[in-house]
């Protein structure tokens, strides 16, 4: 008796499983259901507005059709097509269809307007297709720095510097490169020196127009943003450059991700030292998709002063020598 009490039990078990089952589909399909009848009512609404306007003779015989079309084609999915209004629709493109006999075969689906809309877009991607053959980045972004009558204009591949707005100078770069903390300016732009090194995400898009060129060659294979400039001064920089155009220092250094990095972190605004941190990289995640340098783990510090010149020191060291540094949290 015990032995058949529990087969009873899991038998009903099961059979509440499988209604539990069922329910859930049968909810998920009417859920389904509910979204495509808002869709199709949504897009009678939307053909509505340009039916009044071919009404009013304001759209041609070609654009009328292609909105009776679309909304009979909407009705019927709705199961409404027995209703008077309906009906008159149907019968005024019928009309439209025995006066344009053509429209039997290729009807017209979308408006002129659309049609217009449509070669522009396919325009814009033969565009960017050409575009993409060829394609070097337009480097515009910049961080602009200056001093006296001194200015400095960084971009990822070159900086190009100038004297009382008159251009005389120009550096370039075979990686791209990023000054201390990114393109945000946190460190005032008045300045004798900066620093500058390898960037860790590589080259950042100018425009959406090159993010969009740059995501087609991705998924062709191929990293637009470790894109190299050929024949550039340096191929792989990190230094501490002077306003006025002077390589003040440079570090032999090559960048090898995960585990090997160098993060140019602080310059003094008067020239008195630089500062750049010793460490690794840390990987993609949820909050920022790029390769970025990692302030845990700093493993040392490479500061330039412009009497000793570049010396490397412990993280410590550095806090202590220039106190500034704590402002960053920045762990050994």
């Known amino acids: 008796m015990r032995k058949i009490f529990w087969v009873a039990v899991l038998m009903f078990a099961g059979n509440l499983a499988v209604f539990g089952q069922n ?55 709705l199961h409404s097509t027995g209703t008077a209004a309906v009906e008159a629709l149907s019968q005024e493109y019928q009309a439209l269809i ?3 006999p053509d429209y039997m075969i290729n009807t017209p689906m979308r408006t002129h ?25 337009q480097d515009g972004t910049t961080i602009d720095y200056h001093h006296g009558p001194y200015s400095a204009a960084v971009h990822q591949y070159r900086i190009d510097f100038a004297k009382n707005g008159k251009k005389f100078k120009m550096i370039t ?65 990190y230094g501490v450059i002077s306003i006025d155009g002077k390589v003040l220092a440079q570090i032999p250094f090559h960048q090898h991700i995960p585990d090997k990095a160098l993060q140019p972190v602080f310059a003094d605004p008067d020239g008195k030292f630089a500062a750049f941190l010793v460490g ?16 845990e783990g700093v493993s040392g510090v490479i500061l330039w002063t412009p009497k000793r010149g570049l010396r490397a020191v412990s993280l410590d060291e550095a806090k ?13």
């Open 23 to 77: 329910s859930q589909a049968q909810s998920q399909q009417a859920e389904s259901r509910e979204l495509h009848h808002r869709a199709w009512q949504t897009d009678i609404a939307k053909w509505k507005p340009l039916l009044d306007q071919y009404h009013a003779g304001k759209l041609d015989d070609h654009d009328g059709t292609a909105i009776l079309f679309h909304m009979l084609t909407d009705y019927g999915l």
């Open 98 to 100: 025995k006066k344009h």
């Open 113 to 137: 307007q659309q049609e217009a809309a449509r070669g522009a877009l396919k325009k814009k991607g033969q565009d960017l297709a050409e575009k993409r053959k060829n394609w070097t980045p």
């Open 173 to 237: 770069f075979g990686y791209p490169v990023m000054p201390a903390f990114g393109w945000n300016g946190s460190q005032p732009p008045n300045r004798k020196i900066f620093v500058i090194g390898r960037s860790k995400s590589g080259y950042t898009r100018d425009t959406l127009e090159e993010g969009a060129i740059m995501r087609q060659l991705e998924s062709g294979g191929k990293d637009p943003s470790n894109w190299v400039q050929p024949n550039a001064n340096y191929k792989e920089f």
């Open 280 to 295: 690794h990289m840390a990987g993609p995640d949820d909050e920022d998709p790029n390769w970025g340098f990692s302030y």
């Open 320 to 332: 202590k020598e220039f106190p500034i540094l704590e402002k960053w949290h920045i762990v050994p």
